[in-house]
């Protein structure tokens, strides 16, 4: 599915953030698409860095928490957007959860964002970025359907993700806005062109299991 350019603009990524309305626009605002793109591409770089330096993989045994047994099978982009259809957190919560992830990065050197720890890593996050940006929010037993985990396991996740930032959650007005000018860069230099990308594939992943049901259900017919 390839978008328009004034779909995927710098312009209308900072409209989204600064005012998004849930009643007047229906569509998933873009810093999602962005945010998936930057991730899935830091995802690419970090396997190539542990394809060639075993060294490399994640060592410290207090991040191992966010590793799942089984990896995932939803991209990150259908993963970000489920949270979004049931949550209905606003853009700016997903630019504060980018903001932590990175922080997070920083101060955890020895751990890599790969398709193990990505998606609890991912709704982590986003549940204590909406638990700082939004006057109400869901409980946690909420986010952890959503996210498919248990509550147990998201309250685990959360207390051990505030530990490991120190509890070093405010993101200021200027922070703020540098992280948002980051994301316009990544659509403004070429990042456009990894948001298609990631759209279309989470569109031909949408269809290719659409074809896989019908033909179950075709088959159990037969049968």
């Known amino acids: 599915m390839a978008a328009s350019d004034s779909a995927i603009s710098p312009r209308k990524l900072r409209s989204d953030v600064y005012s998004y309305s849930y009643q007047s626009d229906s569509n998933t605002p873009l810093v999602i698409s962005v945010l998936a793109s930057l991730i899935e591409r830091t995802m690419a770089r970090n396997e190539r860095i542990v394809k060639n330096c075993s060294w490399a993989l994640t060592k410290d045994a207090r991040t191992r928490v966010f590793d799942c047994h089984e990896t995932p099978d939803m991209t990150i982009q259908s993963y970000l957007e489920r949270i979004f259809r049931y949550t209905r957190a606003g853009p700016s919560v997903y630019v504060v959860a980018y903001v932590y992830i990175d922080r997070f990065c920083q101060g955890n050197p020895g751990f890599r964002i790969n398709a193990r720890n990505v998606h609890r890593l991912l709704i982590t996050t986003i ?45 200021n007005v200027s922070v703020f806005e540098s992280y948002c000018c980051h994301l316009e860069r990544e659509v403004s230099i070429g990042g456009g062109y990894h948001i298609e990308k990631t759209l279309r594939c989470a569109e031909e992943i949408k269809s290719r299991q659409s074809e896989d049901r019908r033909y179950n259900q075709i088959a159990r017919i037969m049968l």
Do not use: I, P
């Not at 204590?128 to 006057?135: H, T």
């Not at 037993?141 to 498919?148: E, H, I, K, N, T």
């Open 127 to 171: 549940m204590v970025a909406s638990k700082y940006v939004e006057d109400m929010n869901y409980r946690n037993s909420y986010f952890a359907r959503v996210g498919g985990l248990t509550t147990d396991e998201l309250n685990k996740l959360e207390l051990e993700f505030l530990f490991l930032m120190g509890f070093k959650m405010h993101v």
